[in-house]
Nanobody, 122 residues
Framework: VQLQASGGGLVQAGGSLGLSCAAS????????MGWFRQAPGKEREFVIV????????YYADSVKGRFTISRDNAKNTVYLQMNSLKPEDTAVYYC????????????????WGQGTQVTVSS
């Protein structure tokens, strides 16, 4: 699976931004999809994941109520809608695919996109 993330940019605190991750290669619907982020000087961390069917989602506590994940298997795309953004959300955001039902661990993912920068100004 090849993953291409897009949609990053600069936004003011309190604003919204939507990311997309387009997949190609193997059957997209067979993979659960997650988003991770990595801020400067910090380790990559789990943000959110959606199961292959879309029926199961898990959120990091830091984004609950603000971020939403969805997927369109017909378009081989997963989306991350980020609302009420905070400066601490500033990071490079990575999408990833896992053959597991879901995973919140970096090591649980088989394929990774290249990352897209999200910068939230205060």
């Amino acid at each position: 699976v090849q993953l291409q993330a897009s949609g990053g940019g600069l936004v003011q605190a309190g604003g919204s931004l939507g990311l997309s991750c387009a997949a190609s290669g193997r059957t997209f619907s067979g993979y659960s999809m997650g988003w991770f982020r990595q801020a400067p000087g910090k380790e990559r961390e789990f943000v959110i994941v959606i199961s292959w069917s879309g029926g199961i989602t898990y959120y990091a506590d830091s984004v609950k109520g603000r971020f939403t994940i969805s997927r369109d298997n017909a378009k081989n795309t997963v989306y991350l809608q980020m609302n009420s953004l905070k400066p601490e959300d500033t990071a490079v955001y990575y999408c990833a695919a896992t053959s597991r039902i879901t995973s919140r661990q970096i090591t649980g993912y088989d394929y990774w996109g290249q990352g897209t920068q999200v910068t939230v100004s205060s």
